[in-house]
């Protein structure tokens, strides 16, 4: 199958700093990035979707202007965490879509002190 | 909207038996995929088997396979020959076919259902 590569794959960073997490798809062109957020032993929490060169659509309740989406390009997303706290701790986890099947990061443990 | 509900929050089986996971979906749509995805605590997301909608024919990949039901919308999966090694979590998942109209080609995840292999 099609790899996606997630980074950084854990990061620690201090209250008030931003972190930025880069989502590549490695051998296919991903018009269509997701962006999960996952709380231990809970399913997938969708964030956000991004599309190659358009704004984000993000999900009821996500802070858009806490959680920077980017797209630039058909193989990279970025999602940045601004002004981060503790509450922002969790594992992020990106996904890339191609015709038929969805295809996932290795994830970012996010963990703000 | 999309729903997909998992029924069994945590399930466990004796190495070499047979397990069954549940899932059921509520959509309006006709043309759909459906996924059983793997979640070991590496957290990396593993695709299992994947069934399209269209098809009648039960998906299988090795020791895996599933009974979908389109009527009554239900989607288990069967692991045979359960090993350690299928110790995971395992969400089912809905995405609507492209081409089927208007937007929102996101997967809809269940809430997953936990599953220990014991030796």
């Known amino acids: 199958g099609a790899v996606v590569s997630q980074h950084p794959s854990w990061v620690i960073c201090k209250s008030g700093t931003s972190v930025k997490i880069e989502c590549r798809s490695l051998?296919?062109?991903?018009?269509?990035m997701f962006w999960y957020r996952q709380f231990p032993k809970q399913s997938l929490m969708l964030m956000a979707t991004?599309?190659?060169?358009?704004?984000?659509?993000?999900e009821q309740g996500v802070e858009k202007d806490k959680f920077l989406i980017n797209h630039a390009s058909l193989t990279l997303s970025t999602l940045t965490v601004t002004s981060a706290h503790p509450e922002d701790s969790s594992f992020y986890i990106c996904?890339?879509?191609?015709?038929?099947?969805?295809?996932f990061g290795q994830g970012t443990r996010l963990t703000v002190v | 909207a999309q729903t997909v509900t998992q029924s069994q929050p945590e399930m466990s089986v004796q190495e070499a038996e047979t397990v069954t996971l549940s899932c059921t979906y509520d959509?309006?749509?006709?043309?759909?995929?459906l996924f059983w995805y793997k979640q070991p605590p590496s957290r990396q997301m593993i695709l299992v088997i994947r069934q399209e909608a269209y098809k009648q024919q039960n998906a299988t990949e090795n020791r895996f396979s599933v009974n979908f039901q389109k009527a009554a919308k239900s989607f288990s999966l069967k692991i045979s020959d359960s090993q350690l090694g299928d110790t995971a979590m395992y969400f089912c998942a809905f995405m609507k076919a492209p081409n089927s109209g208007g937007s929102n080609y996101k997967l809809t995840f269940g809430k997953g259902t936990l599953l220990t292999v014991n030796p």
């Open positions: 991004s599309n190659e060169g358009s704004k984000a659509t993000y």
């Open positions: 959509t309006s749509e006709n043309n759909y995929y």
């Open positions: 051998d296919f062109q991903a018009t269509t």
């Open positions: 996904s890339a879509r191609d015709f038929t099947e969805a295809f």
